[in-house]
């Protein structure tokens, strides 16, 4: 059985930092191209980051651009997002998704990915 698991959210004060993970179980994330997206109460999903299965090329959005780093680890069939200098405005339920993708590039498009894990949610609150 194919599934992503995210973990790693909560409840963190301005500045702090979180570190989700994306666990992949029923399939090898070596040749698939990872996704982290958010969606926050009455905003469309946005693609934060991803990464690519080939060369580890990796997307921000800009408004994460510094703060966030997305890194895989496939001997442990995870991927993570480092987030650093959390800000009330990164508030949301993250996903992690995957699409097979044998390329150097990864896609910030939601429509795009396959295989959806069932979201963490992060709040940045003091």
């Known amino acids: 059985q194919v599934q992503l698991v995210e973990s790693g959210g909560g409840l963190v004060q301005p500045g702090g930092s979180l570190r989700l993970s994306c666990a992949a179980s029923g399939f090898t994330l070596d040749y698939w191209a990872i996704g982290w997206f958010r969606q926050a109460p009455g905003k469309e999903r946005e693609g934060v980051s991803c990464?690519?299965?080939?060369?580890?090329?990796?997307y921000y959005v800009d408004s994460v651009k510094g703060r966030f780093t997305i890194f895989r680890d496939n001997a442990k069939n995870t991927v993570y997002l480092q987030m650093n200098s959390l800000k009330p405005e990164d508030t949301a339920v993250y996903y992690c998704a995957s699409v097979f993708r044998l390329t150097s590039s990864c896609s910030k498009w939601p429509g795009e990915y396959v295989y959806w894990g069932q979201g963490t949610q992060v709040t940045v609150s003091s």
């Open positions: 990464i690519s299965s080939s060369d580890g090329s990796t």
